[in-house]
């Protein structure tokens, strides 16, 4: 990070005091020689990606109606500070979480979740009826994760490295139904005592800069695998079918990726999961 504002960068402007925020650039500001930095800090994020479609809009892989990150770290903080980026509402739908202080953030940046945390979404202004939730988890946060419809009184469990698509329906005649907290992410301990699948694999070389990337596995030479890349869309851009070799070291090639962030799934036949994130530098 740097004090300059590059190409394809944003930022947030949040006041101190009320009322609106002037910010003027002048000619002079603007520099030429600056060399463009990497991908802040994206190695060490345990993204949960949550955006709210319109059923219609998903079926037709349309946009989404709103969006909110959720990051965890061991030296996270639940309470809003400073890492945070703080919610405006949409003319529509509009989603956030909130923090343990209770204050509406689009993206969180949370510590590592104790057994039974909730992180308490907010979800209002619905123009419609029918509606998606996708949900997409990076990787195992030490704790297995669910999506709680209060309404319905459901729990659905969030995987890591799958995207969970649920459908919901909402009527403007039952407060219940369109309540803005009618949805919560919960997390508790595993049943499952087990070292989670992949946690001592690797990916590399990341960031990838060549035309290949390999995934470093443990115990699984000779196993039949199912190599997955994913872009930030959700959208599968290859699947390789193939063999551990005796290394244990899988090759895979990426000379026909674009540049960008993938997340790359790799799935034995047991359809246990390894997802990781990929950035693809040309």
Do not use: C, W
């Not at 989603?95 to 057994?115: K, W």
């Not at 329906?169 to 992410?185: K, P």
């Not at 290859?238 to 070799?245: A, E, L, R």
């Not at 895979?252 to 790799?266: D, N, P």
Request: charged content about 20%; aromatic content about 10%.
């Amino acid at each position: 990070m740097t004090r300059f504002l590059q190409p394809g960068q944003a930022y947030v402007v949040e006041s101190q005091n009320p009322g609106p925020v002037t910010v003027s650039f002048n000619e002079t500001n603007k520099v030429t020689n600056q060399d463009l930095v990497n991908v802040f800090d994206i190695g060490l994020l345990n993204r949960m990606d949550v955006r709210l479609y319109s059923q219609s809009n998903f079926s037709t892989n349309g946009p989404a109606s709103a969006g909110i990150f959720i990051d965890s770290k061991e030296n996270g903080n639940n309470n809003y500070d400073m890492v945070d980026i703080g919610h405006s509402n949409n003319i529509d739908e509009t989603l956030a979480s909130l923090t343990d202080d209770n204050l509406a953030s689009s993206m969180q940046n949370r510590s590592m979740p104790m057994n039974n945390e909730i992180v308490k979404l907010d979800v209002t202004r619905y123009r419609g009826q029918n509606y998606t939730f996708r949900l997409f988890l990076d990787n195992y946060l030490g704790r297995d994760a669910f999506l709680k419809d209060k309404f319905t009184n459901t729990e659905t469990a969030i995987v890591p490295g799958e995207a969970l698509v649920y459908n919901f329906n909402v009527d403007s005649q039952v407060a219940t139904s369109i309540a803005a907290n009618r949805f919560d992410i919960v997390f508790r301990n595993s049943l499952n005592t087990e070292v989670p699948f992949g946690s001592n694999f690797a990916l590399f070389p990341n960031p990838n800069k060549t035309d290949k990337f390999f995934i470093s596995t443990q115990g699984m030479v000779g196993e039949d695998v199912k190599i997955s890349i994913v872009n930030m869309l959700g959208q599968t851009i290859n699947v390789v079918d193939t063999t551990v070799p005796v290394d244990g070291i899988v090759e895979v090639k990426s000379s026909h990726l674009a540049e960008g962030v993938y997340s790359i799934i790799l799935a034995n036949e047991s359809n246990q999961k390894y997802s990781a994130k990929l950035i693809k530098n040309n």
